[in-house]
């Protein structure tokens, strides 16, 4: 893999979570009307989706390699 292919890989990774994030405090503030918690929900979904993911990934690494 390209160092360019990389770069573009993070950048896209970057782009996505923050579009995420973006998403969630948008939808939070819409229905809460409160800048608080739709920054609260925002921050905390940042913080845990990275590591449902990485979770996701290793469940999903161990079970196709069993597989194999």
């Known amino acids: ?5 990389i770069q573009r890989h993070i950048l896209k990774t970057i782009s996505y979570r923050a579009l995420g994030t973006l998403t969630t405090f948008g939808l ?8 608080s918690v739709a920054s609260t929900l ?3 979904e ?4 990275p590591l449902l993911y990485f979770l996701h990934e290793r469940v999903w690494y161990k079970y ?5």
């Open 64 to 68: 196709v390699k069993m597989k194999k």
């Open 46 to 49: 940042l913080c845990v989706k």
């Open 42 to 44: 925002g921050a905390t």
């Open 1 to 5: 893999m390209s160092s360019q292919s």
């Open 28 to 35: 939070s503030y819409m229905f809460t009307g409160s800048i």
